[in-house]
């Protein structure tokens, strides 16, 4: 389905979207890859989902990437004796400890010994995304005693986030390595990991998943802004989740950081999501506020490959019309001649490999000349993703013979997927780009393409061959008869 935008649209599946008719129609409404929140829904609601959005896959003709979110670790005060909860007062005295006894306005149980075990006094805690904030005077292997900086209501199984702490904890809990094996074994074609604290955490993952899906990383963490530069080479995209970091870091630091991890997975040539809070209000209102429509337009504008609803489409009443209004807000960022300033501004040489100065050729030529698009045959998606990554003023049509491959480039920027047969030889590429280009609406019979491959055909990493081609078959037969 051809996008009149280059930024991709995530959506979040939900009770608010679970059936075909709703699934497709947020499919067409611009929907690019669905979210499988982890984190609600059994295994068989989620199989039933997956199992939706392939139909519409088949029934539109459309590659679509399945991006499962696996939950990791939750740490959770425990219950109080009052279900209202407590009122805690600046300045007052609070413990948190290991007693499973019902919590009052003294204490509560916090049942995670690995917080305890990396605490220490002056370190800070973050209870109910941050609304209510802990500073530790005095703490042990069992409990931690507290001062209360900014108070507030606490109640049931309120979230807890240790944000200036590293904490012993694998980003992988029982139940994501269930949901791992799971997903991965249903199809999915991206697993996002939570809780991500150091390349290790990536590692551990990919070791599960075994070449089943990618692996995108979510910056939710301080440890994990710090350390990111390796966790980026360790992934095959990242997700900027700004909800945790908006409450572990200062609200103020998460726009550039933002800025800043952008530009860095662009560099790399790896897809990355701006996710949360983008059209928050509606969830319950058909129109979303000024200062979202601009949240969104500003990931857009920094170059962002996606932009992601959650609650918005998953259990909002709008879902379609979120959608709708993020498809039309990237449409119409993308024909600001400041957007092609700004990306082209921000456009970073790479001349690491034949790979990289045949892209950036097809990217110069294409823009330079009446060329209507570039066409570039993948294996792996690695092509494609260097293609992506120059963001050409012209479409990128991704040939590959993988469903695989070309579910995961839904997510990259750009990119629009086409399934052909394996080729053989470099003129049978030229012909299957050409068609590709008539039939998704490129250009006509009048107009000129790029083609890129790598020769020996079928094999990873041996781009090396660049053409202008007509979108005329007959032509190219009469040009190149062998």
């Known amino acids: 389905m051809k996008r009149m935008r280059n930024v991709k649209i995530v959506a979040t599946l939900g009770p608010a979207s679970e059936d075909y008719e709703t699934i497709r129609a947020l499919h067409e409404a611009g929907a690019d890859v669905f979210r499988l929140n982890m984190s609600h829904g059994s295994h068989d609601e989620i199989a039933k989902k997956h199992a939706i959005i392939r139909q519409v896959e088949v029934d539109t003709g459309s590659s679509i990437a399945i991006l499962a979110d696996l939950q990791g ?23 948190l400890d290991l007693d499973t006894a019902d919590g009052d306005n003294a204490r509560v149980c916090l049942p995670h010994p690995e917080i305890f075990a990396a605490l220490e006094p002056g370190k800070t805690l973050l209870v109910n995304d941050g609304k209510i904030r802990l500073q530790v005077e005095d703490c042990g292997p069992d409990f931690a005693d507290c001062v209360v900086i900014a ?7 309120k979230g807890v986030n ?12 029982e139940k994501d390595r269930a949901d791992l094996e799971f997903t991965a074994k249903l199809g999915v074609d991206w697993m996002a990991l939570s809780f991500v604290q150091r390349p290790a955490d990536v590692e551990e993952a990919r070791a599960l998943v075994k070449g089943r899906a990618a692996i995108l990383s979510k910056i939710e963490k301080p440890n994990a802004v710090e350390r990111f530069d390796a966790i980026l080479a360790a992934s095959d995209g990242i997700m900027v989740a700004r909800g945790d970091l908006g409450v572990e870091l200062p609200v103020q630091a998460v726009p550039p950081i933002q800025k800043r991890l ?11 999501i701006v996710a949360t809070q983008m059209l928050e209000s509606m969830i319950e209102s058909p129109m979303p506020t000024r200062a979202e429509v601009s949240d969104v337009a500003t990931a857009i504008y920094e170059g962002a490959d996606a932009v992601m609803l959650s609650a918005e489409s998953a259990a909002g009443s709008y879902p379609i019309e979120a959608v709708t209004t993020m498809d039309r807000v990237a449409a119409e960022v993308e024909l600001d001649p400041t957007y092609t300033q700004i990306i082209e501004a921000s456009r970073q040489a790479n001349r690491g490999s034949i790979a990289d100065g045949i892209v950036a050729a097809a990217r110069e030529i294409a823009e330079t000349t009446n060329i209507k698009a570039i066409c570039c045959f993948t294996q792996s998606g690695t092509t494609a993703l260097l293609v992506s990554r120059e963001r050409p003023r012209v479409p990128i049509i991704a040939l590959t013979p993988l469903h695989g491959t070309a579910r995961r480039l839904a997510l990259s920027w750009g990119c629009n997927c086409v399934i052909t047969p394996a080729m053989e030889r470099f003129k049978g590429a030229v012909v299957s780009a050409a068609k590709a280009a008539l039939e998704g609406g490129f250009g006509t019979v009048e107009d000129q393409i790029v083609v890129t491959a790598g020769v020996p055909f079928n094999v990873t990493g041996t781009t090396n061959i660049l053409r202008v081609a007509p979108c005329d078959e007959r ?7 062998e």
């Open 73 to 95: 670790p939750k740490l959770r005060v425990g219950v109080f004796a009052n279900e209202d909860g407590e009122m805690l007062e600046d300045g007052a005295k609070f413990r």
């Open 151 to 157: 108070g507030g209501v606490i109640s049931n199984r």
């Open 162 to 173: 240790v944000p200036d702490v590293e904490l012993p904890l694998a980003a992988l809990s």
């Open 262 to 272: 952008v530009r860095k997975c662009r560099y790399a040539g790896k897809p990355v």
């Open 475 to 481: 032509l190219i037969f009469a040009t190149d008869p």
